[in-house]
């Protein structure tokens, strides 16, 4: 085995449900909002990374946004797929949040 492979699929499974949820955000594009904790939490595991993004306008604002690398992207797609699979299909999990 490869001495640099990170089984991130493994690491994502180890996450609370919290950590979690916010990961399934930002993986989806939805950066804002998260608590601090959660995020820098996500970012010393190497599970989302940083950058700095400069709003303009009038009053430019230099805000942080946040990003899944995409190895990461790679497994977290991969164990969604299971997830989906091991939950009975797409049908029984729309149907489980439609109730």
């Not at 955000?25 to 940083?50: K, M």
Request: charged share 30%.
């Amino acid at each position: 085995m490869d001495e640099s492979y990170i089984d991130y699929e493994w690491m994502i499974q180890a996450l609370s449900p919290n950590q979690r949820h916010v990961l399934d955000l930002i993986a989806i594009n939805e950066d804002r909002g998260h608590h601090p904790r959660t995020l820098e939490s996500l970012e010393r595991r190497h599970l989302i990374v940083a950058r700095d993004e400069l709003l303009g306008g009038r009053f430019p604002v230099r805000i942080k946004r946040y990003d899944v690398p995409t190895p990461v992207h790679m497994a977290w797609c991969a164990l969604c797929a299971k997830e989906v699979e091991a939950a009975g299909g797409i049908e029984a999990i729309e149907a489980k949040y439609a109730s």
